[in-house]
């Protein structure tokens, strides 16, 4: 099962939203920052998704993104695309010092930060983006907690959804279920789902090590937001015809350890 695949789509996707705070903003001029930035590129932020270029045009950020469209939907996110900017803005409220400096510096050069997203195999575009007075007013009323921001992160991903692994599971959401933030998985073979249900302990250890593999920002930031919620992450799956679901879950003492926190 590549629970190991999706959970690198599911943090690159969140990471496109946040991947400016990646950049060091010690430097008092916004266009070192940028340049710097770019000089890092290409990075990949994940399966899915890679930042291949950041500039400065027309007193723009631009980062540009190439995504890989066997794994996630340029349409998707064209079909909605007040969700995405809606998302965006939360995770720019109360945002941490490094973030803080380089929002700043954008709206001291009264400049507007702008997504692109372009398909790899289908050459499709997607752009939002976040004006300098919105960005301000996002400081001015910011009152977005942990928990916000964890719901944008989920809200952004499940305009993915459905995701298919090619396992014979189907991603179909992820939800906050309280204490747990679930992946649900729907299941093709009954006999898969059995071997699932009955080798649980198993499952959980693959997905743990497969987690602990995980690496850079990108794997890190969803982990984060689950943790700073005081939530654990767990993978419900379900097959049709039987009611009863299996899941399987991951504390948050369990992931806390698995980010090293």
Do not use: W
């Not at 809200?155 to 014979?168: E, L």
């Not at 250890?205 to 690496?215: A, C, G, P, R």
């Not at 890190?220 to 943790?227: T, W, Y």
């Amino acid at each position: 099962m590549k629970n190991k695949f999706f959970s690198r789509v599911f943090m690159a996707l969140v990471v496109c939203i946040l991947s400016f705070s990646m950049s060091s903003c010690s430097d008092s001029k916004l266009k070192v920052v940028v340049s710097s930035l770019d000089a890092q590129c290409p990075q990949s932020l994940g399966l899915a998704i890679e930042l291949t270029h950041v500039f400065f045009e027309d007193n723009t950020v631009v980062y540009s993104y190439t995504l890989d469209e066997d794994y996630a939907s340029i349409d998707n996110l064209s079909a909605n695309p007040e969700s995405v900017k809606n998302n965006i803005l939360t995770m720019f409220q109360n945002p941490n010092d490094d973030m803080k400096q380089f929002i700043d510096m954008v709206i001291d050069a009264k400049a507007d930060v702008r997504y692109v997203y372009k398909g790899k195999a289908s050459g499709k575009e997607f752009a939002t983006t976040v004006t300098a007075a919105e960005l301000q007013e996002g400081l001015k009323n910011g009152v977005a907690t942990g928990g916000d921001k964890l719901s944008a992160a989920i809200s952004s991903t499940n305009t993915q959804m459905p995701v298919d692994t090619g396992s014979g599971i189907v991603m179909t959401k992820v939800e906050d279920c309280g204490d747990v933030v679930f992946y649900f998985a729907s299941v093709s073979e009954l006999t898969t789902f059995n071997m699932i249900s009955a080798n649980a302990v198993s499952v959980k250890e693959n997905i743990v090590n497969s987690l602990k593999s995980l690496d850079g920002a990108a794997d890190r930031l969803f982990f984060k937001l689950v943790v700073d919620a005081g939530k654990g992450l767990g993978y419900r799956y379900s097959t049709e015809g039987v009611d009863d679901t299996v899941d399987v879950v991951i504390s948050n003492a369990e992931l806390r350890e698995i980010i090293g926190e």
